[in-house]
């Protein structure tokens, strides 16, 4: 009902403005040159009486003369009259523009708009593809300068901010949500996650402590289960890590996306997990062999199965384990520019802001490596 009532004050206002020149102003225009012209032939009339009376002209030239100016007096009065019954005939001009302005905008509006079309959710305006993301979030972001303590639309914001990478505003977002609408499952696992991407993949304690309220909140939470899993294995607690991850993988079903990664860290912490093949590593023989080596013979021994490893990796990019013992491998051979490389290559397949990447580029770190370069 409001959308009509705006639309009939915008046509009225438009209409009166195409009125305006019809109402007021030819009108003035037609008595102010009625009134100046019938003013000029009274004057004429006022002269020729003066000349009649100096003497200048005969009294039958006066008559001529006043007959003259009299009839012209009449037409200018003729005139008049009918300049103002003129008015009259705009009539049909204003019945026109009445009906048809708003009779045109009725109907391109009804075949251009669409006022029947329901509104969108913010949430289902930032997933359609279709739309610009960064539009949007800038529209959003506009919305909640306005009204800050609008808790849907952190909640909205703050894992669009995580896929986005913008890990600063994430934290935030999560942070207001969180204020404004009280804690629940998502939200904790959300703020933990981008308070872990913030420091390089490390779960801190502010990091622990959500999650392990997370986990209070649901029994199936196996995000905030592997995090605090990771927290054990980062804290070089192997067995406790390791009885975590096992629990993780025995809750979990067996098709979930996590298994492969919650195996991989059962491996690592000493477990019998799904965990790829050894890249390079020597047979027994090689091990033999090595010991009859000498020092310089050796080295290139080991510098041959890291290469071997390299190119295996560059072939089958996918084995994160390889690429992990890659790095390290390079920084025992005091390669740190090749450690590197293959920082920067492994980061390809485990993105940095994934599980896999966090973890690459905190072993990187650990091994003394400086990571910004690889993550240009």
Known sequence: MLFWIVIAFLTFVVTASFLMPFLRGGRRAEVQTRDGAMAVYRDQLQELERDKAGALISSEEADYARAEIARRL????????????????????????VLLVPAIGLGLYLTLGSPDLPSQPLAER???????????????????????????????????????????????????????????????????????????????????????????????????????????????????????FKAIAAKSPPNAPWQPLVARHIAQNGGAGATPAPLGNPDAAAVAAAQSMSDEDRQKMVAGMVASLDAKLKADPKNFE?????????????????????????????PANGDEGKQLIAAAKALGLSVEEALQ
Do not use: C
């Not at 009449?74 to 523009?97: T, Y």
């Not at 905030?224 to 070089?236: H, I, M, N, T, V």
């Not at 390290?328 to 397949?349: F, G, I």
């Open 322 to 350: 390889g690429w992990m013992r890659l790095v390290r491998s390079y920084v025992m051979l005091k390669e740190p520019a090749k450690a590197l490389d293959a920082l920067k290559t492994a980061l390809k397949s485990y």
């Open 74 to 97: 009449l037409a200018a009065e003729s005139g008049a009259a009918v300049a103002i019954r003129q008015p009259s005939r705009h009539i049909l001009a204003q019945a026109f523009v």
């Open 126 to 244: 930032l997933a359609a593809p279709g739309n610009d993301i960064n539009l949007l979030i800038a529209k959003a972001e506009r919305h909640l300068m306005e009204k800050p303590d609008d808790g849907a639309g952190w909640d909205v914001l703050a894992p669009i901010y995580m896929r986005q990478n913008r890990i600063g505003d994430a934290q935030l977002a999560y942070q207001n949500a969180i204020r404004l609408n009280g804690a629940s499952v998502d939200r904790l696992n959300g703020l933990g996650e981008a308070i872990i991407a913030q420091n390089d993949g490390i779960v801190t304690d502010d990091a622990r402590d959500l999650f392990r309220r997370s986990a209070t909140m649901s029994d199936d939470n196996p995000r905030a289960d592997y995090y605090l899993a990771l927290a054990l294995e980062q804290a070089g607690k192997k067995p406790e890590a390791l009885a975590a």
